[in-house]
T-cell receptor
Framework: DSGVTQTPKHLITATGQRVTLRCSPRSGDLSVYWYQQSLDQGLQFLIQYYNGEERAKGNILERFSAQQFPDLHSELNLSSLELGDSALYFC??????????????FGPGTRLTVL | GQNIDQPTEMTATEGAIVQINCTYQTSGFNGLFWYQQHAGEAPTFLSYNVLDGLEEKGRFSSFLSRSKGYSYLLLKELQMKDSASYLCAVGDSNYQFIWGAGTKLIIKP
């Protein structure tokens, strides 16, 4: 158990819908990262937050947005869903945000299926 | 552009040794990570290298050459439970992690 929690574990929805994925980082970790992993693909970095502020942005679509709240939990919002958005979405947390060499601890992931 | 290359798949025999290579081209370098990921599960941290040389941790070792943009993960005394994907990731100068596509390691009895 990494100490990172994600809800829900599974999500099935239809095209055009909007969903929210939630992540609670390990106690004390200030950085939260979001990743997308499609079937048999590598991890695609989406976005990083550090202590409530956006720190780095990867290949995140405009239909996707995220935020980190004062209690450090984070939410990833996916809208106008398409079939291709079906994937495992991982959240990870690390202790700091100013250095990139902090080990990231991954949550169990949310499996999103868009029908 | 930024790029990380790893072999897509490797096969090895239980009890043997296997070396998984990773080459990278990134804007800046703030360390190289190796993660293990079993199918459908979250990646788990294996090792971190920021200086050249070999880091040993039990059956796993990781090597880094910054001048060559090269790293390898060495797994000894392979066990069936080592069947997994092994992900190489580099921290670049923009505070981003650049991830390789992963190497699927198949262990045969």
């Amino acid at each position: 158990d990494s100490g990172v929690t994600q809800t829900p574990k599974h999500l099935i929805t239809a095209t055009g819908q909007r969903v929210t994925l939630r992540c609670s980082p390990r106690s004390g970790d200030l950085s939260v990262y979001w990743y997308q992993q499609s079937l048999d693909q590598g991890l695609q970095f989406l976005i990083q937050y550090y202590n409530g502020e956006e720190r780095a942005k990867g290949n995140i679509l405009e239909r996707f947005s995220a935020q980190q709240f004062p209690d450090l939990h984070s939410e990833l919002n996916l809208s106008s869903l398409e079939l291709g958005d079906s994937a495992l979405y991982f959240c990870a947390s690390s202790a700091g945000g100013l250095e990139t060499y902090n080990e990231q601890f991954f949550g169990p992931g949310t499996r999103l299926t868009v029908l | 552009g930024q790029n990380i290359d790893q072999p897509t798949e490797m096969t090895a025999t239980e009890g043997a040794i296997v070396q998984i290579n990773c080459t990278y081209q990134t804007s800046g370098f703030n360390g190289l990570f190796w993660y293990q990921q079993h199918a459908g599960e979250a990646p788990t941290f294996l090792s971190y290298n920021v200086l050249d040389g070999l880091e040993e941790k039990g059956r796993f070792s990781s090597f880094l050459s910054r001048s060559k943009g090269y790293s390898y993960l060495l797994l000894k005394e392979l066990q069936m439970k080592d069947s997994a994907s092994y992900l190489c990731a580099v921290g670049d100068s923009n505070y981003q992690f650049i991830w390789g596509a992963g190497t699927k390691l198949i262990i045969k009895p």
